[in-house]
């Protein structure tokens, strides 16, 4: 179930970067920290943080999505549509990855973790269920910019 959640949610992150132009995935409402596309990387690489990383593995994707969309940053200066396409193709596929090698049983080894919410992640099955929430907040705040779109 978990997995099937977090496609449809990837998915629709997929459809904002489609039918948004980069105008609009770089809009930040009055109000607002980040921009969209801030959003939806950070929700890429945040997943990526709480099962590779804190199972002291190296993560799939490029670690430069650490340096721009971990937690703690800030939207950077507009990025090329290479890199809206860059973040868009990691979506799904880094998910699908990250299912395999849960099925595989790649994750033996667990760092404990304590989110900004005060929740204590102990395994990765657990910092997969914690990513769901994580995903629905920021979910929240891209449709609510989305709203603000001019």
Same mark, same amino acid.
């Given at each position: 179930?978990?997995?099937?959640?977090?496609?449809?949610?990837?998915?629709?992150?997929?459809?904002?970067?489609?039918?948004?132009?980069?105008?609009?995935?770089?809009? !930040?409402?009055?109000?607002?920290?980040?921009?969209?596309?801030?959003?939806?990387?950070?929700?890429?690489?945040?997943?990526?943080?709480? !099962?590779?990383?804190?199972?002291? %593995?190296? &993560?799939?994707?490029?670690?430069?999505?650490?340096? %721009?969309?971990?937690?703690? !940053?800030?939207?950077?200066?507009?990025?090329?549509?290479?890199?809206?396409?860059? &973040?868009?193709?990691?979506?799904?596929?880094?998910?699908?990855?990250?299912?395999?090698?849960?099925?595989?049983?790649?994750?033996? !080894?667990?760092?404990?973790?304590?989110?900004?919410?005060?929740?204590?992640?102990?395994?990765?099955?657990?910092?997969?269920?914690?990513?769901?929430?994580?995903?629905?907040?920021?979910?929240?705040?891209?449709?609510?910019?989305?709203?603000?779109?001019?």
């Amino acid at each position: 179930m978990i997995f099937q959640v977090t496609k449809f949610n990837r998915t629709t992150l997929s459809f904002f970067l489609e039918e948004l132009t980069p105008e609009q995935l770089f809009f !930040t409402p009055k109000g607002f920290k980040n921009n969209i596309l801030w959003n939806i990387g950070h929700i890429l690489i945040t997943e990526q943080m709480l !099962t590779y990383s804190l199972s002291g %593995l190296k &993560i799939p994707v490029d670690k430069k999505f650490v340096t %721009l969309y971990g937690k703690g !940053t800030f939207p950077q200066t507009e990025v090329s549509q290479d890199a809206i396409n860059d &973040i868009k193709k990691h979506l799904i596929t880094a998910n699908k990855q990250t299912q395999i090698d849960l099925k595989k049983g790649t994750f033996k !080894t667990y760092n404990k973790y304590e989110t900004s919410t005060g929740i204590t992640l102990n395994n990765v099955e657990e910092a997969l269920q914690f990513n769901l929430f994580h995903e629905g907040i920021h979910l929240g705040i891209i449709l609510s910019i989305k709203k603000l779109l001019v």
